[in-house]
């Protein structure tokens, strides 16, 4: 159980463009789901907290207008990368977390690369 | 802020000798801490969780402490194998707000055959 999947599992775009990242819990409700980034040889870092029917929590120095988040349903939280520069270009995981439980289980990431 | 520390960037053993990780912090007092496992490329893996009033947890092979006084965590993995190569990355949460989790940078382990 608690399998979370995303989509794509690697991208590469133009500078300019946008992209959009799915995170899916496949076998429970997510009520919460969480969005990170990581660059090479780092930690994770959370960028924010999406909260399924409502807006998402920002952490502080994430723009929300450029990395928009959409918890549409149970299952389903979107990131969209909006207008992608070079230095975007990371590795992006999503969580998920079974309401009324602590653990938060991770999904496979997406590799962006912006030329 | 917090800050989390993992003692080692790298870790090299041989195989079936016991490998113990460290997870360190300060200026944060976790009601949970959870250690992951991650390969290249991929997402990371839930491994274990270990409540602050808990002592100790064990699963097959793993064992993981956890000492409030101290502020650490230390990780065992006994009869290690080369499967057990990756990096592993301790994370730290509270019962606040949405449950946070805050990361380590983690620790390379590769188990020598």
């Known amino acids: 159980g608690a399998v979370v999947s995303q989509h794509p599992s690697r991208v590469i775009c133009k500078s300019g463009t946008s992209v959009k990242i799915e995170c899916r819990s496949l076998d429970f409700q997510a009520t919460t789901m969480f969005w990170y980034r990581q660059f090479p040889k780092q930690s994770l870092m959370l960028m924010a907290t999406?909260?399924?029917?409502?807006?998402?929590?920002?952490e502080q120095g994430v723009e929300k207008d450029k990395f928009l988040i959409n918890h549409a349903s149970l299952t389903l939280s979107t990131l969209t990368v909006t207008s992608a520069h070079p230095e975007d270009s990371s590795f992006y995981i999503c969580?998920?977390?079974?309401?009324?439980?602590?653990?938060?289980?991770f999904g496979p990431g997406t590799r962006l690369t912006v030329l | 802020s917090q800050k989390i520390e993992q003692n080692s960037e790298a870790l090299n053993i041989q195989e079936g000798k016991t490998a113990t990780l460290t997870c360190n912090y300060t200026n944060y007092s976790p009601a949970y801490l959870q250690w992951y496992r991650q390969d290249p490329g991929r997402g990371p893996v839930f491994l274990l969780l270990?409540?602050?009033?808990?002592k100790e947890k064990r699963k097959e092979r793993l064992k993981v402490t956890f000492d409030t006084t101290l502020k650490q965590s230390l990780f065992h993995i006994t009869a290690s194998q080369p499967a057990d190569s990756a990096t592993y990355l301790c994370a730290l949460g509270d019962q606040t707000g949405a449950n946070n989790l805050f990361f380590g940078t983690g620790t390379r382990l590769t188990v020598i055959p």
């Open positions: 270990i409540r602050e009033n808990e």
């Open positions: 999406s909260n399924e029917g409502s807006k998402a929590t920002y």
């Open positions: 969580s998920a977390r079974d309401p009324g439980a602590i653990t938060q289980y």
